[in-house]
């Protein structure tokens, strides 16, 4: 079965410590990418990766970090330098027509 | 700065009836978009795209219509059904943007029986 995952479902991180979200697809896609939702907001592009080992920040990049080591992966970092990190964390990779497959979510409060 | 604006955070309609999602967008580069459907507490999932070189596609009961010259595109969903009842996002891309996504605020339909 072909998909994209993200784990875990449910993160509770307290204040100052960095915590990685997990991102896994085996659809063979060359380009991958992080957005966060916030309540009443769209999603917004934090980075992204159109090919392994090579990443570009996106609109909201301060306070996160990636790396694409393997085609499959692409995880990311929460750090203690992002302000506001509670948020519904998306993870999508995309195929040639253009089309964004997302995974489930992972939902980050910090406490 | 937000390019790609849906102006009403929810729409109500009847089962049966005529659905229609509205977005503007300001950046004259956005040549390709897309139309998202996400449930609570899950990945959006792809419903259907158009091309900048056309003002309408079709797939199904669900049509978007492009108005470039307005930087206007719109969503039809015919007929509605209660399990449409979801939060449609509008995104937007260009060519050299390495498909980066611009999304918009989404819109919260609801479908009554």
């Known amino acids: 079965d072909g998909g994209i995952t993200q784990s875990p479902k449910y993160l509770f991180r307290k204040e100052g410590q960095n915590v990685t979200l997990s991102c896994e697809q085996n659809?063979?896609?060359?380009?991958m990418y992080w957005y966060r939702q916030d309540p009443g907001q769209g999603l917004r592009l934090i980075y992204y990766?159109?090919?392994?080992?090579?990443?570009q920040k996106g609109d909201i990049a301060e306070g996160y970090s990636v790396s694409r080591e393997k085609k499959e992966s692409f995880p990311l970092t929460v750090t203690s330098a992002q302000k506001n990190p509670t948020a519904f964390y998306l993870c999508?990779?995309?195929?040639?027509?253009?089309?964004?497959?997302f995974g489930p979510g992972t939902r980050l409060t910090v406490l | 700065d937000q390019q790609v604006k849906q102006n009403s955070p929810s729409l109500s309609v009847q089962e049966g009836r005529i659905s229609i999602l509205n977005c503007d967008y300001t950046?004259?580069?956005?040549?390709?978009f897309l139309w998202y459907k996400k449930y609570p507490a899950e990945g959006p999932t792809f419903l259907i795209s158009?091309?900048?070189?056309?003002d309408k596609n079709e797939d199904g009961r669900f049509t978007v219509f492009l108005n470039k010259s307005a930087k206007h595109l719109s969503l039809h969903i015919v007929p509605s059904q209660p399990g449409d009842s979801a939060v449609y996002f509008c995104?937007?891309?260009?060519?050299?943007?390495?498909?980066?996504?611009?999304f918009g605020e989404g819109t919260q339909l609801t479908v009554n029986p």
């Open positions: 999508a990779c995309r195929d040639n027509n253009n089309e964004q497959f």
């Open positions: 659809l063979n896609h060359d380009a």
């Open positions: 990766s159109q090919i392994v080992n090579d990443f």
């Open positions: 950046n004259s580069m956005f040549d390709y």
């Open positions: 158009i091309s900048s070189i056309k």
């Open positions: 995104a937007a891309t260009w060519g050299t943007s390495g498909s980066r996504l611009t």
